[in-house]
């Protein structure tokens, strides 16, 4: 391989300029080895599916600055199976949860969607669209099961305080495909104004 191969023209419209508002919507291509098929997704995708033996695992977390572990947890789980692992609380007492997902495709035109909550201080929630409560009394650590909605179309979703006009957070202009199955995720502190603020992100579990 020689150093000539890496050096290209590169048009200064596709360089980005500035970062994303939401780091987690940072685009990401994807190259699968095997069949040299190419992906355009996000960097939120970047933790997908693994494979897991059935049975009892044990899963762990680390400090990334110096590969501490911070807490482990042992699942069992079961074979032909998916699971999502959300991490809660803190590193002093970090909380698992874990949800098993369905990954069955909607009916056509639909989408599937559910509810996550990790936001410690942010009381119980309602997600609403439009004049419809989707999801409904939700408190910390708690997940809904997914709900079917219409896809190929675009939602404007108001996390709110249970069974109030007060608005958390608001996710504007969210395209939701159709065939696709998606997770809303709420987390970080109502009260704080930095990088703990309460947000949420739209996770995609299956395209």
């Given at each position: 391989?020689?150093?000539?191969?890496?050096?290209?023209?590169?048009?200064?419209?596709?360089?980005?300029?500035?970062?994303?508002?939401?780091?987690?919507?940072?685009?990401?291509?994807?190259?699968?080895?095997?069949?040299?098929?190419?992906?355009?997704?996000?960097?939120?995708?970047?933790?997908?599916?693994?494979?897991?033996?059935?049975?009892?695992?044990?899963?762990?977390?680390?400090?990334?600055?110096?590969?501490?572990?911070?807490?482990?947890?042992?699942?069992?789980?079961?074979?032909?199976?998916?699971?999502?692992?959300?991490?809660?609380?803190?590193?002093?007492?970090?909380?698992?949860?874990?949800?098993?997902?369905?990954?069955?495709?909607?009916?056509?035109?639909?989408?599937?969607?559910?509810?996550?909550?990790?936001?410690?201080?942010?009381?119980?929630?309602?997600?609403?669209?439009?004049?419809?409560?989707?999801?409904?009394?939700?408190?910390?650590?708690?997940h809904t099961s997914f709900k079917v909605?219409?896809?190929?179309?675009?939602?404007?979703?108001?996390?709110?305080?249970?069974?109030?006009?007060?608005?958390?957070?608001?996710?504007?202009?969210?395209?939701?495909?159709?065939?696709?199955?998606?997770?809303?995720?709420?987390?970080?502190?109502?009260?704080?104004?930095?990088?703990?603020?309460?947000?949420?992100?739209?996770?995609?579990?299956?395209?």
């Amino acid at each position: 391989m020689k150093l000539s191969q890496f050096r290209f023209d590169l048009p200064l419209n596709l360089i980005a300029q500035n970062p994303t508002k939401r780091r987690e919507d940072s685009r990401m291509m994807v190259i699968h080895r095997k069949t040299g098929v190419i992906e355009d997704k996000h960097f939120r995708d970047i933790i997908d599916y693994f494979n897991a033996y059935s049975g009892n695992r044990t899963f762990s977390i680390y400090n990334r600055a110096n590969n501490s572990k911070i807490a482990s947890k042992s699942e069992n789980l079961s074979p032909d199976k998916l699971y999502s692992i959300f991490v809660a609380d803190t590193a002093s007492k970090t909380t698992f949860i874990t949800a098993t997902d369905d990954l069955v495709r909607p009916a056509t035109g639909k989408a599937k969607l559910r509810f996550v909550h990790l936001s410690p201080d942010a009381d119980k929630l309602d997600v609403t669209s439009g004049d419809s409560t989707l999801f409904s009394g939700k408190a910390y650590k708690e997940h809904t099961s997914f709900k079917v909605i219409e896809g190929d179309k675009t939602y404007s979703f108001k996390i709110k305080k249970n069974q109030t006009s007060i608005i958390k957070v608001a996710l504007d202009n969210i395209v939701i495909k159709k065939n696709r199955i998606y997770t809303i995720l709420i987390k970080g502190f109502s009260g704080k104004n930095d990088a703990y603020k309460i947000d949420a992100e739209i996770i995609t579990n299956l395209e």
